[in-house]
């Protein structure tokens, strides 16, 4: 491998430890989708998922005031609670200094991306979110192509890590070879469409620095 690519949400930071239990408890209720399973929506631009629960099942609230919780809940969820996992500032810094090319490829907006970045000081190739691409967004593969563009790696060349089914599919859809990480002891997220899973920062790090 030649390059590595992180999704941010769940593998740099914790912040699904976050947002998941806000959606669960605050926002799928109140939107009249209480029963849904949240992995159904997990790794989506925020945006998207709007779009596609108004298509799957209707939405009892205005998109503006669903895409409104998102904002502000992203504003306590970057600003205040996220901590980066264990290892993942060494890891980046690991993987540069073997010369691999390091990005981050992201459904989250831009300045959600930004804020992460400088309060934790991660240094980065690139940064690629699904809100500057043309077309949709993760499980689509157009993130991961864009970011190989930038880069100037082929995607066989790249390594993709991801911690959500959509994100699995978007990076195996774009060829590269995924990494599916599992962090949390209670997470059943299915990835069995990973080329390998990691369960622990220390197994995500051996793995990715045996291949660079």
Not at 40 to 45: A, D, L, Q, R, S
Not at 107 to 124: C, K, N, Q, T, Y
């Amino acid at each position: 491998m030649d390059a590595v690519c992180f999704d941010m949400d769940g593998v740099l930071v914790d912040s699904e430890d976050y947002w998941i239990p806000y959606e669960k408890a605050e926002l799928l209720p109140e939107a009249g989708l209480g029963d849904l399973d949240v992995a159904e929506i997990t790794g989506m631009n925020y945006r998207e998922i709007y779009d596609y629960l108004a298509a799957e099942y209707g939405v009892a609230m205005h998109k503006e005031e669903f895409l409104g919780w998102y904002e502000d809940t992203a504003e306590r969820i970057y600003g205040e609670d996220v901590a980066l996992l264990p290892g993942a500032e060494s890891l980046l810094a690991a993987l540069r200094s073997e010369g691999a090319d390091v990005a981050i490829v992201s459904s989250s907006p831009p300045d959600w991306i930004a804020h992460v970045r400088e309060r934790f000081g991660l240094d980065v190739d690139a940064v690629v979110s699904a809100d500057v691409i043309d077309g949709p967004g993760k499980p689509e593969p157009a993130v991961y192509e864009r970011a190989a563009a930038e880069i100037g790696v082929d995607p066989e060349r790249i390594a993709a890590v991801e911690d959500s089914g959509h994100g699995i599919e978007a990076a195996a859809r774009a060829g590269m070879h995924v990494v599916g990480f599992k962090h949390g002891g209670d997470d059943d997220t299915d990835r069995s469409d990973a080329d390998y899973v990691a369960d622990a920062p220390a197994d995500l790090r051996e793995h990715l620095l045996a291949r660079v």
